[in-house]
Structure formats: C-alpha cells, structure tokens
C-alpha cells in the first residue's frame, strides 16, 4: 500500500522560505515518479513541481527559480524548498505519486495522493 504524508505547512511572510516534506512508503521514491500539486483558495488543483526516480526535475514557470525539489531515498522522502514566497503562494500543498511504472510523473487519474498541508503566506 502506498502511504504518502505530507508536513511542515504553516505561515509565513511574503519573501520568506518554507519547507515541505512528504514522507513515503518505501521503496516509492525509487520506483514511482513524484509530484507536488497545490490548490489555492477557491481554485483548482495545479500540478507545479515533479520529479523522476532519477532525481530530475521539472517546474512551473510560477515557481522556477523560487522551489526546489528533491528525494531523500534513505529516509524515503521528498521535499519541497521554498523561498522568496508570495502571497499568491498560499494554497494547500500535496505530494502525488505516479507508479505506473517509467520513473516520471504523469497526472492520472489514479495516482496515489497525500491528504495535503497548508501554506498561508501574508503580505
């Protein structure tokens, strides 16, 4: 069973950093592509960050330069380094992972989700 938990959500100011953790099943990081997803208030899930097995990385043009993401194999976990937050950055993060096999991530309808962790940034 694939168990994914996310942490280290909370508040910030604007310009400030934060880091998020997704704590995963073993052996997911090495077999399954990996994502952070977040959805602000009052719209609509957005994939912004994804990762291979590989450690390779992809971002959002909103978050390029600003997130970092990557994969702590021993402690099977992924994270995501923020810095220079804006407020537009307030949403609710989640971590997703696509096991259908390739080592990268594609949005599916049958991925493997954690329940998510805020983030709120003020002005």
């Known amino acids: 069973q694939v168990r994914l938990v996310e942490s280290g959500g909370g508040s910030v100011q604007a310009g400030g950093s934060l880091k998020l953790s997704c704590a995963a099943s073993?052996?997911?990081?090495?077999?399954?592509?990996m994502a952070w997803y977040r959805q602000p208030p009052g719209k609509e899930r957005e994939l912004f960050a994804s990762?291979?097995?590989?450690?390779?990385?992809n971002y959002a043009g909103s978050v390029k330069g600003r997130f970092t993401v990557s994969q702590d194999t021993v402690k099977n976990t992924l994270n995501l380094q923020m810095s220079s937050l804006e407020t537009d950055d307030t949403a609710v993060y989640f971590c997703?992972?696509?096991?259908?096999?390739?080592?990268?991530?594609?949005?599916?309808?049958?991925?493997?989700w954690g329940q998510g962790t805020q983030v709120t940034v003020s002005s």
């Open positions: 073993k052996y997911i990081l090495s077999s399954c592509g």
């Open positions: 997703a992972a696509d096991c259908h096999g390739g080592g990268y991530y594609v949005h599916r309808s049958d991925n493997y």
């Open positions: 990762i291979t097995t590989h450690g390779s990385a």
